[in-house]
């Protein structure tokens, strides 16, 4: 592998127009507001669009779903109808999003075709989209892995295989499917891999299936170059416990009393399963919110305000209701049940252990539901460690673990031109308290919601009551009353 030095460390202003991209795909960049590279692009791009094979370091929200799309676009031949490009995910959200950014990107271009190949989704439309044509497919690699043993996808005609995020799908047991795609592909092909941290797995990655691979790292206060990552790779701690039926949502209370992670999602199959399991966890002392499709988008807003700022501890949504959050530093995710398909399983424990951090995925099942634990062990091709209910016991005391955070709900919002700044003035001002106790802050239309040390958020009420905010007076009053009373 060669090092390539960081020419990005420097925060200069490279424009898309240093890299050899037509006009009209420049004109698009512009549309989209992409006024100049971010550094993972700036390091990557001008690589990649000579054709060099790539190894980037790039966390998600860097700009590198359009580091490799832009590449992977500019060797496009679109009056070709078949598969030029691959690009495999760890997630079917993940992949939906990557299918979104190279569409945004394509508009330059003459009708391009992007699929997108995921489980949890039946075969037969995919296989009839592929049927009909398309440039670029982007996937799972277990549903990419069927297609091709079906015949229904084929890549004699492919030049830029992805990998994204592919220290996730070495986490999810995704390896040896990897290694079966790229075997399929042309050996002078282009292989682009992108990767948070680097463990030995993405070496080994590389030795067989990367030519003379470039390495590009851009990393706020990083060494540079050097491809290594400080931190361990993330990790999934996957236990597994038998119930019976009528256990279930008291053994999701046994699971938090002897882990007691800070922050879980809790997912259900049903939105009635939700709402009991909040139920039984208010009932024996939990902070607990439900997450599910019956709620209004104000209320939704609520509950992942309250759990973003640490004023809950535990989540509990449908799958349908988490897709899309983005929620950093989940110490656990429970599956109060088994999920019906097995991806939908992988795509909820992959929510914990992110950049580096161990996580912990907890599982219960009954008898019923050994079917389902078999195809999830078959997809992450490895099995589940199981243990038992009765010998966890309660840690440190037995009482539920409580958030750090409290939070207020205020009386208007960003229509009464409430900032932040003035929360937190009124709070640090005349009402004296310590920036130190105060935590996020929130703005929505009408309201705005700040999070509090838990053990000061009555009298913050208190004196928050009795003060003033722009001038007027405040009302204001713990998100946890109002609802008590709703
Ligand atoms: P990603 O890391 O690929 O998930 O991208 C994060 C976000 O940044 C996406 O919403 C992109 O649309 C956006 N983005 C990517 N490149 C640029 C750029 N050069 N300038 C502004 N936004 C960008």
């Known amino acids: ?92 959200e993940l992949a939906d999003q990557v299918t979104q950014e190279i569409r945004r990107l394509a508009r330059a271009a003459d009708n391009i075709k992007v699929l997108t190949l995921c489980g949890g989704s039946p075969m037969r439309p995919q296989a009839e989209s592929l049927a009909y044509g398309a440039h670029i497919a982007v996937g799972t690699p277990g549903r990419l892995m069927d297609h091709l043993d079906r015949g229904t996808l084929q890549l004699g005609a492919l030049n830029t295989l992805v990998l994204d995020e592919a220290d996730r799908m070495l986490d999810m047991g995704f390896l040896d499917d990897i290694v079966k795609v790229a075997k399929q592909c042309p050996k002078d092909r282009q292989t682009l891999l992108f990767s948070a941290t680097y463990p030995e797995g993405i070496a080994e990655l590389a030795r067989q299936f990367m030519r003379e691979p470039a390495e590009v790292k851009v990393q706020a206060g990083g060494s540079g170059g050097s491809g290594q990552a400080a931190q361990a790779p993330a990790q999934i701690r996957q236990l597994a416990f038998e119930i019976a039926e009528a256990q279930r949502l008291h053994a999701v209370s046994s699971l938090l009393l002897h882990f007691r992670p800070a922050r879980t999602i809790a997912f259900c199959n049903t939105k009635q399963q939700c709402r009991d399991l909040v139920d039984v966890l208010l ?58 398909d097995a991806e939908a399983h992988v795509h909820r424990i992959g929510r914990t252990g992110r950049a580096g951090a161990q996580g912990l995925a907890l599982s219960l099942a009954s008898l019923d539901e050994m079917g389902r634990v078999g195809r999830i062990e078959q997809l992450l091709g490895r099995e589940f460690q199981w243990q038992a209910l009765d010998q966890l016991a309660p840690t440190e005391g037995g009482a539920p673990l409580q958030p750090a955070m409290d939070t207020l709900q205020i009386l208007g919002g960003r229509k009464d031109k409430i900032r932040p700044g003035d929360i937190l003035g009124a709070l640090t001002g005349e009402a004296g308290f310590e920036s130190a106790d105060i935590g996020k802050i929130n703005i929505t239309d009408f309201h705005s919601y700040v999070a509090v040390k838990r053990e000061l958020a009555r009298e913050v009420v208190k004196r928050l009551s009795n003060g003033k905010l722009k001038g007027r007076k405040v009302k204001v009053r713990r998100m946890a009353d109002l609802v008590e009373l709703g």
């Open 1 to 92: 592998m060669s090092a390539v030095p960081d020419k990005n460390s420097s925060p200069a202003v490279r424009p898309f127009s240093e890299l050899p991209l037509s006009a009209a795909v420049l004109a698009n960049l512009e549309q989209l507001g992409y006024a100049q590279m971010t550094p993972i692009q700036a390091a990557s791009l001008p690589l990649a669009l000579a054709g060099r094979d790539l190894i980037a370091q790039a966390q998600t929200g860097s700009g590198k779903t359009a580091a490799f799309a832009l590449s992977l676009l500019h060797r496009l031949d679109a009056t070709r109808m078949e598969v030029q490009a691959l690009v495999l995910c760890p997630t079917r």
């Open 283 to 340: 009932a024996q002392g939990f902070v607990a919110l439900a997450l599910h499709g019956d709620l209004e988008q104000r209320e939704r807003d609520q509950v992942l305000i309250q759990f973003a700022n640490g004023s809950c501890s535990v989540l509990v949504a449908t799958d349908v209701a988490a897709r899309g959050l983005d929620i950093a530093q989940l110490e656990c995710v429970i599956n109060v049940d088994m999920s019906q």
